[in-house]
């Protein structure tokens, strides 16, 4: 099975250095990336299709990014997160009831919006892969229930599947194993053995890691649980 391309981003600011530099991470990040300074520039570039994910600045220097969004909206669901300089509440909220899938306000940190366009992604386009250091990844599509590392299906049980989906769909967040069986298994640790989530995770490991001894997908935080590191 060849791998699927990585993403591919729209990234809307009339900073040109915050656009270098954002299109910089995220390549680095191994995304395909696109640039527009303004609201005209955007919509064409939307237009041409393509596009995972748009990026966009509340305040353009020529156009509201809000026009931009409502004009999205208009002709799809493409996944849009909304960045401004501005941390006021009414506008965050006005940015989501037009449609936006998430909202950030600068300053942030590049690595936080790498993460919540991953989080995005994953959520609105299910078993999208999201690259991993540029090259290879895991990708769960729920429809299918099929996981895919570096290309290449798994077989996983419907237990293991539910296991990985559920820490992939929250990437870099800590889970304990009580947390685990409660969402996973719908069941609370007093009354199965959290020896459960330590045992399905090594089979995952044994499934997915090139290592297990060394796993870099699901990570042990020691004395909490496991993360899923993208």
């Known amino acids: 099975m060849e791998p699927a391309p990585p993403p591919e981003l729209l990234l809307v600011d009339d900073d040109p250095q915050l656009r270098d530099l954002l299109s910089l991470i995220f390549a680095q990040e191994g995304y395909r990336t696109r640039v527009a300074g303004d609201a005209a520039t955007a919509l064409s570039e939307v237009s041409r299709g393509g596009l995972d994910l748009v990026i966009l600045d509340v305040g353009l220097g020529a156009g509201d990014g809000r026009e931009v969004l409502a004009e999205i909206r208009r002709n799809g669901q493409l996944p849009v997160i ?3 300089a501005h941390g006021m509440p009414e506008e965050r909220i006005l940015g989501l009831r037009l449609g936006a899938d998430d909202f950030l306000t600068k300053p942030f940190s590049p690595l936080e919006l790498v993460a919540r366009a991953e989080t995005v992604l994953r959520r609105s386009r299910p078993g999208i892969e999201v690259p991993v250091n540029g090259s290879g990844g895991v990708a769960v599509d729920e429809r299918t229930r099929e996981a895919i590392v570096d290309g290449q299906r798994v077989d996983l049980t419907a237990r293991e599947f539910d296991l990985l989906a559920f820490l992939v769909r929250s990437p870099r967040q800590v889970f304990s194993r009580s947390q685990l069986l ?4 719908a069941s609370r640790s007093e009354w199965q053995d ?3 989530v330590t045992e ?3 089979r995952i490991r044994r499934k997915i890691e090139p290592d297990p001894d060394r796993p870099r997908w699901i990570v042990t935080v020691r004395g909490v649980g496991y993360r899923f590191e993208p």
């Open 200 to 202: 399905h995770v090594r």
């Open 182 to 185: 409660e969402q996973v298994w």
């Open 194 to 196: 959290e020896a459960t």
């Open 82 to 84: 909304m960045i401004s």
